[in-house]
């Protein structure tokens, strides 16, 4: 009789006791150039995310050249005073780095990854490109030719479509937020190489930057790194300079951009509100994340699993421009798409999610949820290097403390329903709501007009 052979099984695993977490706090400092330095040592990570903020915002743009800011932001890695447009990239590519780059409200950044054991190269590559950027003509004009070749895609995509239409309902005209962030083909094409490099020494410095690192920094002197790269950027000083507020008229309308035969309707629905600076912040997260923020939220479970009309709509609030003196501002919106037949049953049912919280309020168990995927899941958000240093830089380009982000959970976790209730109330009422619909205006403008909410106005899609 053969003996049946047995099976050994390892111990099952047991979870181990919770260790606290906190968002990780930096260290300050500043070279001798003026440029401000956070650095924040992330052992184990071993790719480095470097971030430099420039005092370069939109709204510093010269009249008529709206978009140089991108070209600018897009323009520092084509080329250097040491290299090429391609040498730059094949030394990019040799140091296993990516370096990109883009224009804000706030200003420009520069995102660097780099394995830690090439920071050295990856930083002398980022020094170069802010020290002494070629841009060449040749260059200058192929990002321009690239700009102008991505508007009319961005027109012919409903959700962009739709963002660009309420920044031109929400802001007066003579504000830079009332126009498309990378500009239009009317201002793009004014750009060339003098107008990209005008706006680079006025408004490129050390003095007025700051470079945020981040990752495993055993064994690396970066105060030397950093000495013998950014370090060498030179730049004069600069007055500060004024930030007007933010005006917005959030009053209560409707405007159908034009697109025959389409079977969906792009939905944004926004206005203008408090930025983190402002005590209402933490419970107006937790309430619009009730709201809209994910897959159990009141907006979904009604548009979507009761009534089918949606794949999804989402509630948030996107900082536009932070400042401690009550000037910034942030977008609060509600987006997402229905078919067109519905278009109508869908806003209805919406406002009605809306008048809704207002009379009863969000439930305890909303609440909790909520809690615990905005501050549960925090560990894993901030797992790389990338993500900490990107949060460090907001709270600078917001002019926020440097343990913000940590006292923010704190805040978030001892938010209760009444407040988040108020917060989010308030954040959406009814009445002050600039709706955004891309869509067949022949099939849905009489029945959102029967909705009451607000005028009724058609532009065409372009």
């Not at 830079?176 to 490129?204: C, L, N, W």
């Not at 009814?430 to 099939?443: F, H, S």
Request: glycine share 8%; with cysteine; aromatic share 4%.
């Amino acid at each position: 009789m053969t003996e049946l052979a047995t099976m050994e099984f390892h111990p099952q695993p047991q979870a181990g006791e919770a260790r606290p977490w906190a968002f990780p706090a930096p260290e300050r400092g500043t070279l001798g150039n003026g440029l401000t330095v956070l650095r924040c040592h992330r052992p184990g990570q071993q790719v480095v995310a470097v971030e430099v903020l420039l005092d370069a915002p939109l709204e510093a743009e010269p009249a008529g050249l709206d978009g140089v800011a991108t070209i600018t932001a897009r323009a520092f890695s084509e080329g250097t005073d040491k290299h090429s447009a391609e040498e730059f990239a094949a030394e990019l590519e040799r140091s296993g780095a990516t370096l990109d780059a883009h224009a804000d409200h706030p200003g420009l950044r520069l995102s660097l990854e780099v394995p830690a054991s090439r920071l050295a190269k990856g930083l002398g590559l980022l020094s170069d490109a802010l020290r002494a950027p070629a841009f060449a003509d040749s260059e200058v004009e192929r990002l321009v030719r690239n700009r102008l070749d991505e508007i009319p895609h961005e027109t012919a995509n409903p959700s962009r479509r739709a963002a660009k239409e309420l920044s031109k309902e929400l802001f007066p005209a003579s504000s830079r937020m009332s126009r498309p962030r990378q500009g239009t083909e009317e201002t793009v094409q004014k750009i060339d190489s003098g107008a990209v490099r005008a706006f680079y020494d006025r408004h490129v410095r050390p003095a007025t930057a700051t470079v945020v690192v981040v990752g495993d920094l055993t064994g690396i002197d970066l105060d030397a790194l950093l000495a013998d790269t950014l370090g060498s950027w030179t730049g004069s000083t600069a007055q500060p300079r004024p930030v007007p507020p933010v005006t917005a008229d959030d009053t209560g309308r409707v405007v159908i951009v034009h697109r025959p035969g389409a079977v969906q309707t792009q939905l944004l629905i926004g206005r203008v509100g408090a930025d983190r600076h402002d005590r209402v912040w933490p419970a107006q997260v937790l309430g619009t994340y009730c709201l809209g923020g994910t897959l159990t939220s009141r907006l979904d479970r009604v548009l979507r699993e009761e009534k089918g009309y949606t794949y999804g709509v989402r509630a948030f609030g996107q900082v536009l421009r932070s400042a401690p003196d009550g000037t910034g501002a942030s977008m609060l919106a509600i987006s997402g798409s229905v078919d067109t037949p519905n278009t109508g049953p869908a806003l209805d049912d919406l406002w009605t999610v809306l008048r809704k919280l207002a009379e009863g309020g969000l439930t305890d168990a909303e609440r909790d949820i909520a809690v615990q995927n905005l501050v549960g899941v925090a560990p894993l958000k901030y797992e790389t290097a990338a993500a900490v240093a990107s949060t460090l830089a907001d709270q600078v380009e917001q002019h926020l403390p440097d343990d913000y982000q940590a006292t923010l959970y704190q805040q978030l976790a001892a938010t209760g329903t009444v407040e988040a209730t108020a917060a989010v109330v308030s954040a959406f009422p009814v009445d002050r709501l600039v709706t955004i619909l891309v869509g067949d205006a022949e099939q849905i403008k009489e029945p959102v007009e029967a909705l009451g909410i607000g005028e009724v106005t058609v532009v065409p899609a372009e």
